[in-house]
């Protein structure tokens, strides 16, 4: 009897080859393990059956979509990370939850090997695998692509097809798609060129924004603590909370990235990407944050998030250097509570206003009119002492070019 092994499955075109392979190459019995992140009822509808039917013993379904949210999506938005300028970190936030909920029914069924469909050349890989060595390094991990002889996806259709296995992808449309409650992925075909501007028929979150309603809207989405938990006033659960502003923003062609980004593996990939929900709720983030933390500690967050967002991105979720940042971003949070209202049109978002009983705005210093609480005399010695060291590198230059000048003479 061969090795048993869980396999990380999405019923997709790499995961729909695996499994017949791992059959054919290891005589392994599969069990496949899908996570339920969000995708859609399209792409879970008859997982089970697609699986048993390509060979699985048995296909476990679970819905993770509130730990998805509540624990990954959330915590990463309150630390305002954002990798590669733009990419909000849809995939890389749920590969760590995927694969740890993978390697507990590994242990719970008792196999011996961990198995994933991720290229040799992807960041997701490394995702999966960091993931296995923290949760369970005894294990043994086989990755298909690092073995086996496909050369490429047009291989793979082959070979699934031979298979007697349905797939969406095609020659003609090579596609490669990753949805969940936060975002959808594009990447392959014409998208690895990057002078090529994305065909529209790709998208499946946002509507083209040039066909957007012709009238804004306006959403206000409420926090604390640095957690989003309401939209228009009425308070709303993660799941509800993000679909909610998926909706109205995707309505509107809000969410839309085209991304040239630095893989970790070393070279730089092209990837489509829509976030409708969490363009908002990063832009109504920031905009709460910008009124109730001081500049030092906004650029201190500024420096976190960077960090934040290269752990995420780089697969390292399940380490103490995560633990760290989260309670360092706990202590910025506590005063971001409040709401902030954005308006959407067309592809667009500004912000609309915004108020927090934290807020370190105060009219009374800030404004042009008259007040009573400002003298603006003392402005003179405050910038006399500021600018002490560029006043006294000035002169010494001007003494120090008059020397030069007395010494030509």
């Not at 690895?192 to 083209?208: G, L, W």
């Not at 709460?288 to 780089?314: F, H, I, P, S």
């Not at 902030?340 to 800030?366: C, D, F, I, M, N």
Request: hydrophobic share 40%; net charge negative; charged share 25%.
């Amino acid at each position: 009897m061969g090795p048993l092994v869980v396999l990380a499955y999405s019923g997709g075109l790499d995961t729909s080859a695996i499994v017949p392979w791992l059959r054919e190459r290891y005589g392994a019995r599969v069990v496949c393990f899908a996570a339920d992140v969000g995708q859609g009822a399209g792409e879970l509808h008859g997982l089970e059956e697609k699986a048993r039917r390509s060979g699985a013993v048995d296909c476990v379904v679970a819905d993770l979509r509130e730990e998805f949210v509540r624990d990954y999506v959330f915590p990463t938005l309150r630390a305002g990370a954002v990798y590669a300028r733009t990419y909000l970190l849809g995939t890389a936030m749920a590969r760590p939850l995927t694969a740890a909920r993978q390697v507990a029914l590994a242990k719970q069924l008792g196999a011996q090997a961990l198995a994933h469909g991720c290229t040799g050349k992807g960041n997701d890989q490394v995702r999966f695998e960091l993931t296995y060595a923290a949760l369970a390094p005894d294990l043994q991990v086989i990755a298909p692509w690092r073995e086996w002889d496909f050369q490429g996806r047009e291989d793979l259709i082959a070979y699934v097809h031979a298979q007697g296995i349905p797939v969406q992808a095609t020659a003609q449309k090579p596609y490669s798609t990753d949805r969940n409650l936060w975002h959808c992925s594009h990447e392959g075909g014409i998208l690895e060129d990057p002078s090529k501007e994305a065909p529209e028929h790709i998208f499946v979150m946002t509507s083209n924004p040039l066909e957007a309603p012709d009238e804004p809207v306006v959403v206000q989405i409420g926090f604390e603590e640095g957690t989003p938990v309401s939209v228009d006033s009425v308070p709303r659960g993660p799941v509800d909370l993000l679909e909610t502003l998926n909706a109205v923003a995707g309505e509107h062609g809000v969410g839309r990235a085209d991304v040239v980004e630095d893989r970790l593996v070393g070279m730089k990939s092209r990837g489509v990407y829509e976030t409708p929900g969490g363009t908002l709720l990063h832009a109504a983030h920031r905009e709460l944050e910008q009124l109730v933390l001081d500049r030092r500690t906004l650029r201190l967050k500024d420096q976190l998030a960077l960090q934040y967002a290269d752990l995420v991105y780089d697969g390292r979720w399940w380490t103490p250097e995560r633990e760290a940042l989260d309670a360092a971003i706990a202590a910025t949070q506590r005063p971001v509570t409040g709401w902030v209202r954005l308006k959407l049109y067309k592809g667009g978002v500004t912000v609309a206003g915004r108020e927090s009983p934290h807020a370190l705005y105060q009219p009374s210093y800030a404004t042009f009119g008259k007040d009573t609480v400002y003298d603006q005399r003392d402005a003179a010695g405050f910038i006399r002492l500021y600018g002490l060291a560029i006043r006294i590198g000035a002169g010494l230059d001007a003494a120090r070019k008059a020397e030069l000048g007395a010494a030509a003479d």
